[in-house]
């Protein structure tokens, strides 16, 4: 089987490579029916799928969500096509991640004070943890969430230096923007300032940015909000790829070509 890690640091080319052959992008698993099922739900107005993103009426055709997911995560554009396979285009993956790597190195030459947060810790966890260490190991103040936040979800923890939701003693899946809702909350309340970066993924990176904090984050071609908001300026960056592949040592060729593009190897 493919998809071995890469050791150092990958080309374009072969980034691009690994990418298509683990599935982070390329033929991906997540079906085309998902994928526009999503689209209307969140054409519907299903605050589920908004990410903790305020869309107003602004998006309630489907058929512009999908062509907005077309142009930035390369997903089939015709909407006759309802079944079967879809596709992120790698190509659009490594642009987003050279994107993602210029404000990582803004952060780093300022030494800005920069939040890391994931709603999908199975897949994500170590991508953040890794791009954490080497902002600080640069200068950037990691910034460490105040104790005893939790939502109607469960518990705002931090680990490696990565905000999570804990449920019942696991880390959770999430898709609300309520657990950085807490953080800002909390840290506004510690007299705190607010992060001059949050770098994250879901409702994380989504309602960071709706709130006018500089941020940046990773999103699958079945979650159309963070898309949305990069096309209307709300978020600067969203890279696209699947969320949650089979192992979660494939995105570290990914992590260590991002991290040498910042100038942060």
């Not at 869309?55 to 309630?60: I, P, V």
Request: glycine content about 10%; overall charge negative.
């Amino acid at each position: 089987m493919g998809g071995m890690p890469i050791p150092g640091t990958p080309s374009r080319a072969e980034l691009i490579d690994h990418l298509v052959t683990t599935r982070i992008a390329g033929d991906v698993a997540t079906p085309r029916e998902n994928n526009l099922s999503h689209y209307r739900k969140l054409a519907n107005g299903d605050r589920n799928f908004w990410l903790g993103l305020e869309l107003g009426d602004r998006w309630t055709d489907e058929q512009d969500v999908l062509a907005v997911m077309a142009e930035r995560v390369g997903v089939d554009d015709d909407a006759e096509y309802r079944h079967g396979q879809d596709t992120i285009d790698p190509e659009l993956t490594v642009d987003a991640l050279d994107r993602m790597a210029a404000r990582l190195r803004k952060a780093a030459e300022g030494r800005q004070r920069v939040l890391f947060a994931t709603g999908h810790p199975g897949g994500l966890l170590d991508v953040h943890r890794a791009t954490a260490a080497a902002l600080r190991a640069a200068g950037c103040d990691i910034v460490v969430i105040p104790d005893g936040l939790q939502t109607d979800e469960g518990y705002v923890m931090q680990f490696a230096d990565v905000a999570v939701l804990e449920h019942g003693a696991t880390l959770w899946h999430t898709h609300s923007g309520e657990p950085m809702r807490a953080i800002l909350t909390g840290l506004e309340r510690e007299g705190a300032a607010a992060p001059d970066l949050v770098v994250a993924d879901h409702g994380w990176a989504g309602f960071a940015a709706q709130q006018g904090v500089d941020a940046v984050g990773y999103a699958d071609c079945n979650d159309p909000a963070l898309f949305l908001a990069e096309s209307e300026g709300t978020l600067q960056v969203a890279v696209p790829l699947d969320d949650h592949v089979l192992s979660p040592r494939h995105y570290d060729p990914m992590t260590a070509y991002l991290l040498s593009e910042a100038g942060l190897a």
